[in-house]
């Protein structure tokens, strides 16, 4: 039993285990929030539809009943009765839905599964301190069963070849695109009508419960993403749910967002409630190691406009359900898509901050991704858009994301908003990949990112697979591969990442060549990395150290075996020559390269 006063004010996060549909031993209760409610029937497969009215409970706005016949699997609806209006709804709190275009919640024995992940869950970290390697995919559109629009594996049979494909890759997390219920394929589960239901079009609640467990045995985290800000208008989801605007704002120049969606009014503690429930259910229920909040800009600024001001309340139940989701899952993160400046997003609630785990630097993408679009002969000019990101960096623990949002609705895909043409895109790409995966910061890839895939992505079509029967896409792949393990294998490139003294730029002064060099970690074991973004060969180029450093090539971008030029050499350890007071290594660097090199230990020692 939940403390219905807390539901009320907005404290409660377990609302989930009282209202809905749940089975008892004879039977099954179902319970309902509708205040404004005239009178409320359930109808469903139990009654043939015909309508059985509800009770009021002595509870203010809930009503419910019991039926012995209700069964798991069963279909059923709520017909509501207010503000002049009749409207069969699904339930807000119910744990599964039928397909689209159907709309009836679904009974669902939640007990039916049985996780195995005990382990994975108490040695689970934040990762601060370790890498972070997140493969974003849309379940429905990563490989399907024929090219079919609906031909989907569900989420059990997606296991075996998604955690394959994942360990072989070099990714220990993958994120999942909404999997709350959703009517329309193309919102990709971003304007949803089920917020404790998994889609349907999937499988079912163990099916998916099934797919984490196996992820977590493989030692891969699962994170799911995660829509607090508004919901789908749908008449049969929350929309004027009991005759009124009871989840969201009555007013129309803030209850409407700019996909056409309601906006959630978080003033109201009952959508706080309902929403903070909603998060813990998938931490809880199906072990998910983390939520991505989408959309957080509309939760700090009213229509995510600055110049609107901070909607204050949204900003207040934020906080208030971080704090309270890391009381209860101190092990999970929670992870901002945030696009505004506003200040300790990622600070904890106690130090006035929103609570969050990590921010998506999407300064660091936009600015990254407008260097490399913009010719070689004018990069000279926007040599420091490129390091911007260090002069922030320290602010927020900041994740580097290239999204889905990034590939879609004629915005061109990673590899193809690359400057020029096919021959030079791949090596651009190749070192753009370098330049994220050295920079500090934890990564996110969408799918089809790491096969340099050309088409924009398309939640209806699976990933072209099929391009890797071409060289050089075969070749990025490995590349992406490569890059990958030397992320999860190399301390230098994640510890102390949010550490100013594990940073250093060794060359922020050759605009004129486009040549970057910055060192992470400190001493043996020291990552160093050398970019060339001009297309200019620059031979026997300088790079000065600070001191005496011996180092080995661990990757080129320009290697033969990447696609590129440079045959792979044996493995050679390049040392620093005094030149005057300075210490110094000649390399050549071919045009739109990265080459990356550890620091060894210095001469003679063991």
């Not at 809905?20 to 005239?38: I, M």
């Not at 497969?45 to 019991?66: A, I, K, S, T």
């Not at 379940?139 to 075996?160: F, I, N, Q, V």
Request: net charge negative; hydrophobic share 35%; glycine share 8%.
């Amino acid at each position: 039993m939940i403390n219905i006063q807390d539901f009320y004010i907005g404290k409660t996060f377990d609302a989930h285990t009282y209202f809905g549909a749940h089975l008892e031993k004879d039977g099954v209760w179902f319970r309902v929030y509708a205040p404004c409610a005239e009178k409320v029937s359930l109808i469903g497969d139990f009654n043939q539809w015909q309508g059985q009215w509800m009770e009021r409970c002595e509870y203010h706005g809930v009503y419910q009943l019991f039926l012995s016949n209700a069964k798991p699997g069963m279909l059923y609806k709520y017909k509501i009765y207010g503000g002049g209006r009749v409207t069969d709804h699904c339930d807000p709190y119910g744990f599964g839905m039928e397909l689209r275009p159907g709309s009836a919640s679904v009974i669902v024995d939640l007990k039916e599964y049985h996780f195995q992940d005990s382990n994975w869950l108490k040695q689970r970290q934040k990762s601060y301190e370790q890498p972070m390697n997140i493969y974003e995919m849309h379940l429905g559109s990563w490989k399907t069963k024929s090219e079919t629009s609906s031909s989907w594996y569900t989420y059990d049979e997606l296991a075996k070849p998604l955690i394959s494909y994942l360990s072989e890759n070099g990714y220990n997390y993958v994120e999942f695109m909404p999997l709350c219920e959703h009517p329309a394929d193309c919102s990709w589960g971003y304007q949803t009508t089920g917020y404790f239901s998994p889609t349907s079009r999937y499988g079912t609640a163990a099916q998916l419960k099934a797919l984490v467990d196996a992820c977590h045995q493989a030692r891969i985290g699962v994170i799911m993403d995660f829509v607090p800000v508004h919901f789908a208008m749908d008449d049969y989801g929350l929309a004027l749910f009991d005759g009124t605007p009871l989840y969201e704002y009555p007013n129309d120049a803030v209850g409407q967002s700019e996909w056409g969606t309601c906006n959630f009014m978080h003033s109201r503690g009952e959508v706080c409630s309902f929403l903070q429930s909603a998060a813990n259910y998938w931490l809880s229920e199906f072990h998910f190691d983390g939520i991505r909040m989408d959309a957080i800009s509309r939760i700090i600024y009213w229509q995510g406009d600055p110049s609107r001001g901070v909607n204050k309340n949204a900003v207040e139940f934020v906080r208030f359900m971080n704090q309270g989701l890391h009381r209860l899952h101190p092990t999970a993160v929670l992870i901002a898509e945030d696009s505004t400046n506003f200040l300790k997003v990622t600070a904890p609630v106690e130090y006035d901050g929103l609570g969050f785990d990590y921010k998506w630097d999407l300064g660091w993408m936009n600015d990254t991704l407008n260097y490399f679009r913009t010719p070689p002969w004018e990069r000279p000019a926007h040599y420091h858009d490129l390091s911007f990101s260090m002069d922030y960096f320290y602010n927020e623990l900041y994740l580097l994301p290239f999204s889905h949002d990034e590939v879609v609705h004629g915005k061109a895909t990673i590899l193809q908003k690359m400057w020029g043409d096919y021959e030079y895109k791949f090596p651009q790409c190749r070192a753009l990949y370098a330049y994220m995966y050295l920079h500090p910061g934890k990564k996110l890839n969408f799918m089809g990112n790491e096969i340099g895939q050309f088409r924009e992505w398309d939640e209806s079509r699976p990933q072209d697979w099929d391009i890797l029967k071409y060289p050089l896409h075969d070749a990025f792949h490995r590349y992406i591969q490569t890059l990958n393990k030397y992320y999860l294998s190399l301390d230098a490139l994640h510890a102390k990442e949010y550490h100013k003294d594990y940073f250093h730029w060794l060359q922020i002064n050759a605009a004129e060549n486009s040549v970057y060099i910055f060192q992470r970690g400190l001493g043996e074991g020291a990552v160093i990395g050398v970019f060339n973004f001009s297309d200019q060969l620059w031979e026997s180029y300088p790079c000065t150290f600070p001191e005496k450093t011996r180092v080995q090539e661990l990757l080129s971008s320009d290697w033969e075996i990447y696609g590129g030029s440079t045959p792979v050499p044996r493995r050679k350890v390049h040392s620093t020559k005094t030149v005057g007071k300075q210490y110094l290594l000649t390399l050549d660097l071919p045009p739109f390269s990265a080459r990356v090199f550890q620091v060894l230990p210095s001469a003679g020692k063991k």
